[in-house]
């Protein structure tokens, strides 16, 4: 895929809100003379990266944060555009990066920030950005910032290369649970997953060995049934976190050495205190007797292009369930909180 130059203008369309009260999406408004976040020398220093936004994906953190009552309106300075994950050409950057005015790159901003990737410019830091494979569509690569790290970083630091370990991903139909499938498998696992029974199909055509339908079956049971007929878990990723009863009968059907990693949690009194109870009831007195790891995606640049490798010889695959418009980053929005997309949500905010 060649690659040229962009320009720099002076302005750029962005989607902004002032205020998330009532949900992100319906704050949105679309500015096609917004500021470009600051760009020179000194903005960018050593290590920082103007990119020109082909595609984003969006992620629930994109709006759940911000939403947060009366705390959200501080997370950043407003206006503001939502978006973590991007896909697009270096438009300048600081002289360590190693990046060149015109390449092809894709990855993840740190956190929400006044620039974010629902616009046509951002500034991403060095760790986060990494190059695009050839051949690697932009849209795709926008997908793998945050899921396909989050998914990367649970499981292959906990889990044997090659060996064959066993990994349970509660919720494989989602952007973090396509991702985790697939990478268990490029690293040599047995997955078995659990989704609903439209989803089914897709959990095993992405490779997983075993597909729970939680619709039918009680999913605890069902792993341990699974343990027992095929050998205990070596490691759980819990994609969903809305019961804690995985977490306390997880030691029937996993290792003594297994870990449990949870990524996703309903926003309720009720999350919070069986959290807390994961982290600080001790095993002896009847806690977990299991490691327990809320994970909290960090960017890394090897990491980030092991995925685009991956996702270029075909052994990884982004899931996407629907791509969108700039124009219609607000439906984007809606497709999203349904909390039932297969897979990544993609918005296209520049052809090319």
Not at 65 to 83: H, L, N, Y
């Amino acid at each position: 895929m060649a690659s040229s130059k962009p320009s720099i203008p002076s302005v750029m369309t962005a989607w902004h809100f002032t205020s998330a009260q009532g949900g992100l999406d319906k704050n949105l408004t679309l500015n096609t003379s917004a500021p470009l976040p600051s760009h020179d020398a000194t903005s960018l220093g050593k290590d920082k990266v103007l990119v020109q936004v082909l595609a984003t994906s969006l992620n629930p953190v994109d709006h759940k944060i911000v939403e947060i009552p009366v705390a959200g309106r501080f997370v950043v300075k407003t206006p503001a555009s939502p978006g973590l994950d991007f896909a697009g050409r270096v438009a300048a950057a600081g002289n360590e990066t190693g990046l060149k005015n015109g390449q092809l790159v894709f990855g993840r901003l740190d956190g929400p920030t006044q620039f974010g990737t629902l616009a046509e410019y951002t500034v991403a830091p060095k760790p986060g950005v990494a190059p695009l494979p050839e051949g690697l569509d932009p849209k795709d690569a926008a997908c793998a910032g945050t899921a396909g790290l989050t998914a990367y970083q649970c499981i292959v630091p906990n889990i044997k290369r090659n060996a064959g370990d066993r990994v349970f991903i509660n919720g494989g139909s989602g952007g973090t649970g396509t991702f985790g499938i697939q990478i268990a498998k490029a690293v040599g696992c047995y997955v078995t997953t659990s989704c609903s029974a439209r989803n089914v199909e897709l959990c095993k055509a992405l490779g997983a060995d075993e597909v729970i339908d939680y619709t039918k079956d009680d999913v605890v049971e069902a792993v341990k049934k699974s343990a027992e007929n095929g050998g205990k878990f070596d490691l759980i990723v819990d994609n969903v976190g809305n019961s804690g009863k995985l977490y306390w009968q997880c030691h029937h059907f996993t290792s003594q050495q297994a870990k449990y990693v949870q990524v996703g949690a309903p926003a309720s009194a009720y999350s919070a205190l069986d959290m807390a109870m994961k982290f600080l009831w001790p095993g002896l007195i009847g806690g977990g007797k299991r490691q327990f790891q809320f994970w909290q995606v960090s960017s890394k640049p090897e990491q980030l292009e092991e995925i685009g490798r991956w996702m270029a010889e075909g052994k990884v695959k982004a899931v996407v369930e629907e791509v969108f418009s700039m124009q219609d980053a607000r439906k984007a929005f809606e497709k999203l909180r349904t909390g039932r997309t297969k897979g990544k949500v993609v918005v296209v905010v520049k052809d090319g």
